[in-house]
């Protein structure tokens, strides 16, 4: 029963995708009746003709914009640029930064001084790192003391279940459709 009905849900989904296939093979093909028939169509024709007409009117427009491109092709030429002098004040140095003095500072090495030290100088760090101790905890009658906690006492019963029993029709194949 199982191997049938996974039979045809096979079936199925192999039919949807080979006439998805064939759908889309006809829409391109499609493509390429609807452009024949347009042309064999009087419409066609009649738009052929006003195309034809807008291509002759666009052409006495390519004649004058040819003239236009003569006026815009100055602005192409290459200008040939007068050579540059070269004046005093570009080449005076006193002018420019062109000497700059760099030195290497030495510092003087690091002594250790007596007052460096001195560990009374340094104590206001010292109290930080002081471990406390604190006095052991005791336990106090009133700390067992169960009125004062408000201490409720709950009896906890454990049940027992029976073992279970296995009966016929929980073994029978009519009932479970196997």
Known sequence: MKTRNNVQKAITKSLAVIISLVLISITVNAQDFWRTVMENNSFSQIAMAMTDNTEASSASADASSTTDMSAYAKYAAVEAEEALDVENWMIAENNFFTTVNVETEVEEALEVENWMTNESLFDGMASYFEVESEEALEVE?????????????VDIEEETEGALELEAWMTDTKTWNI
């Open 141 to 153: 009658d009133w700390m067992q003391n169960t009125d004062y906690f408000g201490v409720q006492t």
